[in-house]
């Protein structure tokens, strides 16, 4: 997934928003169904890297392509929302986990129907268009007008006259291929050294926490005498009390704006994962502070989505938040072996658990004064001009609202 996201983000700002949206998808579904038919272990191995290929680059190019649909008052609201459906998935796959474990599941059958939802979604996105606004930004602005006509259209509104605004200066690249996509990864750093390691920062330490108590719960849970059952049942229960987090995250963040959610929220999650190690021996109390974790946390991702998609303008937006992503998948690849074989048996659980939230409280400090809110902000002018966006930033035109829906 660290390999897709990075790769994939680049694609994404090269060749467009709408062929990424599809194709990543598609390649997760192919590979994932190849790999329930794998004759050897490292050939699932492969084929399982290489869907998550697919699926890491899904996450960048996704929230770059809807948050240049969204309109700028509800573009936070509706970046967050999207994460909804990552802890309904989550329930569903603990349920279907735990029912395919006393069925005496076959891992096999688990990734064919894990796959066939993907391929109907690649069916289904081959229909969403091209990216108004990485097409003006591209300077093609008579595909633009084609999108934003033809969406017009469909919502059955009267047309009216709109500006597209003209597109930057970019500088020209004859790059090509990998060397390209570093290329683009190294003006990530370039464009705005503070953001981008707020950007980082953030999602390394935030999602450490996460998949550190997702990776090694049902673990946890069977070395202090829960069954089987209770153990996959508890992680089930914090991303099925999760999907409250989200649609409270989706309320709340335009409301408060991205900084504070994030700000308040994740340190209360980090500090109720401690305290659900310190309550382990009362199996109810340590139930309750995995559900607040499970609710806190997610109420800390789904903005940070947003807030990281928002960061960055439109030339580098999937590859600002792949490259982000990319290194939360490094480090969460890698972090849980960390996890089980040193730090939780030498440290102990609520030591281990204090300093996965310290360092998640670092990012948050280094957030609050390197990097600006993006709430009700224009996307283009976010990491040059921290200024709150005026009426000379938009389009002219009473109807210019389809033209700059990532304004």
Same mark, same amino acid.
């Given at each position: 997934?660290?390999?897709?996201?990075?790769?994939?983000?680049?694609?994404?700002?090269?060749?467009?928003?709408?062929?990424?949206? %599809?194709?990543?998808?598609?390649?997760?579904?192919?590979?994932?169904?190849?790999?329930?038919?794998?004759?050897?272990?490292?050939?699932?191995?492969?084929?399982?890297?290489?869907?998550?290929?697919?699926?890491?680059?899904?996450?960048?190019?996704?929230?770059?392509?809807?948050?240049?649909?969204?309109?700028? #008052?509800?573009?936070?609201?509706?970046?967050?929302?999207?994460?909804?459906?990552?802890?309904?998935? =989550?329930?569903?796959?603990?349920?279907?986990?735990?029912?395919?474990?006393?069925?005496?599941?076959?891992?096999?059958?688990?990734?064919?129907?894990?796959?066939?939802?993907?391929?109907?979604?690649?069916?289904?996105?081959?229909?969403?268009?091209?990216?108004?606004?990485?097409?003006?930004?591209?300077?093609?602005?008579?595909?633009?007008?084609?999108?934003?006509?033809?969406?017009?259209?469909?919502?059955?509104?009267?047309?009216?006259?709109?500006?597209?605004?003209?597109?930057?200066?970019?500088?020209?690249?004859?790059? #090509?291929?990998?060397?390209?996509?570093?290329?683009?990864?190294?003006?990530?750093?370039?464009?705005?050294?503070?953001?981008? %390691?707020?950007?980082?920062?953030?999602?390394?330490?935030?999602?450490?926490?996460?998949?550190?108590?997702?990776?090694?719960?049902?673990?946890?849970?069977?070395?202090?005498?829960?069954?089987?059952?209770?153990?996959?049942?508890?992680?089930?229960?914090?991303?099925?009390?999760?999907?409250?987090?989200?649609?409270? %995250?989706?309320?709340?963040?335009?409301?408060?704006?991205?900084?504070?959610?994030?700000?308040?929220?994740?340190?209360?999650?980090?500090?109720?994962?401690?305290?659900?190690?310190?309550?382990?021996?009362?199996?109810?109390?340590?139930?309750?502070?995995?559900?607040?974790?499970?609710?806190?946390?997610?109420?800390?991702?789904?903005?940070?989505?947003?807030?990281?998609?928002?960061?960055?303008?439109?030339?580098?937006?999937?590859? =600002?938040?792949?490259?982000?992503?990319?290194? %939360?998948?490094?480090?969460?690849?890698?972090?849980?072996?960390?996890?089980?074989?040193?730090?939780?048996?030498?440290?102990?659980?609520?030591?281990?658990?204090?300093?996965?939230?310290?360092?998640?409280?670092?990012?948050?400090?280094?957030?609050?004064?390197?990097?600006?809110?993006?709430?009700?902000?224009?996307?283009?002018?976010?990491?040059?001009?921290?200024?709150?966006?005026?009426?000379?930033?938009?389009?002219?035109?009473?109807?210019?609202?389809?033209?700059?829906?990532?304004?």
């Amino acid at each position: 997934m660290a390999a897709g996201a990075v790769a994939w983000g680049s694609v994404a700002d090269r060749i467009g928003r709408k062929k990424a949206f %599809s194709t990543t998808l598609l390649v997760f579904a192919v590979f994932s169904v190849l790999a329930a038919f794998s004759p050897t272990y490292g050939a699932f191995l492969l084929l399982r890297f290489l869907a998550g290929v697919g699926l890491g680059g899904c996450i960048p190019v996704d929230y770059a392509l809807i948050s240049e649909f969204s309109p700028r #008052r509800y573009r936070g609201r509706i970046l967050t929302a999207l994460d909804l459906w990552w802890p309904i998935g =989550g329930t569903l796959c603990g349920l279907a986990s735990t029912v395919m474990l006393d069925l005496g599941g076959n891992w096999r059958w688990m990734l064919g129907a894990m796959a066939l939802p993907a391929l109907l979604l690649f069916w289904v996105r081959r229909g969403v268009p091209e990216s108004p606004i990485y097409l003006t930004a591209k300077g093609r602005e008579a595909e633009a007008r084609t999108v934003i006509d033809g969406l017009v259209a469909r919502t059955g509104t009267p047309a009216e006259p709109y500006a597209v605004p003209a597109p930057p200066q970019q500088e020209a690249s004859s790059k #090509r291929g990998l060397t390209e996509t570093f290329a683009q990864l190294g003006r990530v750093w370039t464009f705005n050294p503070r953001i981008t %390691s707020v950007a980082w920062a953030l999602f390394v330490t935030i999602m450490l926490v996460y998949y550190a108590a997702l990776s090694w719960m049902p673990s946890i849970l069977a070395a202090e005498g829960y069954s089987n059952t209770a153990a996959f049942t508890g992680t089930t229960l914090m991303s099925a009390v999760g999907i409250a987090g989200v649609a409270a %995250s989706a309320w709340l963040v335009d409301v408060i704006g991205r900084k504070w959610l994030i700000g308040v929220s994740a340190p209360l999650a980090s500090a109720a994962l401690v305290l659900f190690a310190l309550l382990l021996g009362t199996p109810t109390a340590a139930m309750v502070a995995l559900g607040v974790f499970g609710f806190t946390i997610q109420l800390t991702i789904p903005v940070l989505y947003a807030y990281v998609a928002e960061l960055y303008p439109t030339s580098m937006r999937a590859t =600002g938040f792949g490259s982000a992503s990319a290194a %939360s998948r490094v480090a969460t690849g890698f972090a849980p072996l960390l996890f089980g074989t040193l730090m939780w048996p030498v440290l102990g659980l609520p030591l281990t658990f204090t300093v996965l939230g310290a360092a998640a409280a670092l990012a948050v400090g280094w957030m609050a004064v390197a990097a600006p809110e993006t709430k009700g902000r224009e996307l283009d002018h976010m990491g040059a001009d921290p200024a709150p966006a005026t009426a000379e930033h938009r389009p002219a035109g009473p109807a210019a609202e389809p033209a700059r829906h990532a304004n």
